[in-house]
């Protein structure tokens, strides 16, 4: 739920169609009616990330509930270019910000992976769900990525498309820029934890077909900041920047 | 004052030369003995910018006072290349991480800037510095960017350096993308606020000659994002990436 330049957006689980009418969940409700102080008529924006966004219209039922009638599409479904982030979750506030920063700069899929040296507390999914809502609430998205349960490396490798390449961050020297690379797509970024991944795991990784083993520069980048750097200059050379 | 895969890095202020003597503040007297639990011999490194790394041996004088003896030079000095970032100060948290990443990622300077749209609460340069000093012993840089006091727009522009290009991530969709111009060098980005520029500060900048008007993609970003994704894109095409 954001307001952002006058301009309130609010995600919705629902499917979005004219005509549509929407029973709001009592927080959400409670935004618009007694944070925001809508009234009946207001507009305002929403989207699922499937249908694209929505002009909808408040309609109060009580002081506590609320309808949103849902008016016309506003804005077309946009769905990024085929990418997704798997990366070893660090500290909490941390995690938070890599969930935030992934949706802002598009991607589909955030994809937590527990490895050898992966050291965090318990992840909570909902809450990275939730801090990704708030992301593409406030800077105009119109998709949401899947947020998916934490898994273990192996298990993430067991499953893996064989048509997707997996770019992988190695703090390594002799690995070649990311910026001198064409990226593949579709693709992942893989992004492993602040003390890197184990030799038995990085050599499981070098051994598959689909790795890209690159490096992002002379200095050391924290896990979050090297997410987001790779997420960027992956969508300059190859996504819809 | 960070410990990173066993190796503890501190900044000092001090010139750092074989055989100096160095007396440390309270503060990292008592990390070193007291947290970190070192002793009588203990090797730590020591940086401050200007002299590359070195190794220093620890040397207790009593229980809560110590002095580092100065050994050997470990890694030579590296500046960054050229790039400032100025920004629009933004929540304090976003504020404090961004002059994080922007010394991770590398830069001579940052510099926050008061625009007419800029809410910010009253800023504080020493906390900023803070960060990025933590940030450069973590990531092992040899280099603190200089982190200067905020000052408003038009004053950054009174004293703009002639050969220093200005790249100025605009909203407006007709500006080309930074991933499709070959970036200049010395350079700085400039990262407007939440609310964009004001019309007659847009037109100051785009009158510049050192101006270059910029775009990020797609979709909308953060202040923190923006600056990130434009830092590790200018250092993939013009840095040392």
């Not at 618009?32 to 694209?52: C, P, Y």
């Not at 105009?140 to 893996?160: I, K, Q, S, T, Y």
């Not at 992942?188 to 990784?205: R, S």
């Not at 690159?214 to 969508?235: F, H």
Request: glycine letters at 6%.
């Amino acid at each position: 739920m954001t307001e952002r330049a006058g301009k309130i957006r609010l995600f919705v689980d629902a499917a979005l169609a004219e005509g549509a009418r929407l029973a709001l969940g009592r927080p959400q409700a409670h935004y618009l009616m007694g944070v925001m102080r809508l009234g009946a008529g207001a507009a305002v924006a929403v989207f699922n990330g499937r249908d694209g966004e929505w002009r909808a219209i408040l309609q109060p039922q009580g002081r506590r509930d609320a309808v949103l009638e849902i008016a016309e599409q506003t804005v077309p479904m946009r769905v990024p270019p085929d990418l997704w982030l798997i990366f070893a979750p660090i500290r909490k506030a941390r995690t938070d910000f890599v969930a935030e920063k992934a949706t802002e700069l598009g991607v589909r899929r955030i994809q937590p992976v527990i490895t050898r040296h992966t050291r965090s507390d318990r992840l909570n999914t909902d809450r990275l769900r939730a801090h990704a809502i708030e992301a593409a609430e406030q800077c105009g998205a119109v998709f949401l990525p899947e947020v998916v349960d934490p898994a273990p490396l192996d298990r993430v490798l067991a499953d893996w498309p064989p048509d997707r390449a997996l770019i992988f961050c190695d703090e390594a020297r002799d690995a070649p820029l990311l910026s001198r690379v064409a990226p593949p797509a579709p693709a992942a970024i893989l992004i492993g934890p602040e003390g890197g991944f184990a030799p038995e795991e990085a050599a499981v990784l070098k051994a598959r077909s689909q790795a890209v083993a690159v490096s992002l520069g002379p200095r050391i980048l924290r896990t979050d900041t090297a997410a987001i750097a790779a997420i960027a200059l992956w969508q300059a050379e190859r996504g819809d920047w």
